[in-house]
Structure formats: C-alpha cells, structure tokens
C-alpha cells in the first residue's frame, strides 16, 4: 500500500480502524487535506504497534486516537486539535482549544470514545482506502 517511510519525519494518524466514527473523521480529513500532509495507520496493524511501541504507547487500546507529529506523540483531544491545526489556513484557529484545560478536553474525548461504536457502530473488520487514497495508508 504504501512506500517506505521515514516515521521520524511524518505525520501520522492511527486510528481504530473498524470504529465507524473514527472512519468518518479520516474519511473527513482526506478531504480537507489537500497537500496530502498526513499518512493513516490502523491501530490494529502490527505496524502501528510496531510504531508506537517505540513511543511506550500500547496500540492494543484502541480508545484514542494517536498522532504522530515528526516523532512527538499525542492522544486524545490534543491529537485532535494539532491534527486540525496543522491543516493550516482557518483550521489553525483550532490551537484555541489548548487554552481549554486537558482534563476537560480529554473527559469529553473519553466519553464520546467510550459510547463511539453504540453512537455510530463498528465494522467487522478494517475499512480498504479508496483506491486513489492508497499512498496515504501505511499499511
């Protein structure tokens, strides 16, 4: 699916991949990312866990998003947040968030989170990128 990449100098979405919300937001953010900045990865994939293990982040946990940033990792609603800014242009507007306490942002991530496949249902197995989107998946 995808050609080598160097993981220090990406930026990288890993999502859970048959959380039908969570393909919702990816399926949004291939969209509005029009310079093609950022690369997906399913939680579920050896390679994330391969990936993030190097983070001391566990991938079994599939209950938050997780972005790397050029080597920085973060989760949560501040992964939302520098996903959104660092689409530029209005979306930076965004960073405003952070002012909100994280305890707050990251209770409210929790909650949707935890009710995501009741809300919005899952699949049985991880959602195949369009065809023209294949170079954005690492697979």
Avoid at 56 to 72: C, E, R
Wanted: aromatic share 12%; net charge positive.
């Amino acid at each position: 699916m995808s050609k080598i990449i160097d993981y220090s100098q990406s930026k990288i979405i890993c999502y859970d991949g048959i959380c039908n919300f969570c393909n919702r937001w990816v399926s949004l953010l291939l969209k509005l990312d029009k310079k093609n900045r950022f690369k997906y990865l399913w939680l579920q994939s050896e390679t994330a866990k391969s990936i993030l293990s190097k983070h001391q982040f566990d991938a079994t946990h599939v209950s938050t998003i997780v972005y790397l940033n050029k080597g920085k990792l973060y989760t949560k609603s501040t992964a939302v947040i520098k996903i959104l800014s660092d689409l530029k242009g209005m979306w930076m507007l965004t960073k405003l968030l952070l002012l909100i306490p994280k305890i707050i942002r990251d209770t409210i991530y929790i909650i949707i989170a935890r009710y995501r496949y009741q809300l919005f249902g899952k699949q049985d197995s991880c959602k195949r990128p369009d065809i023209n989107q294949e170079n954005q998946f690492i697979s």
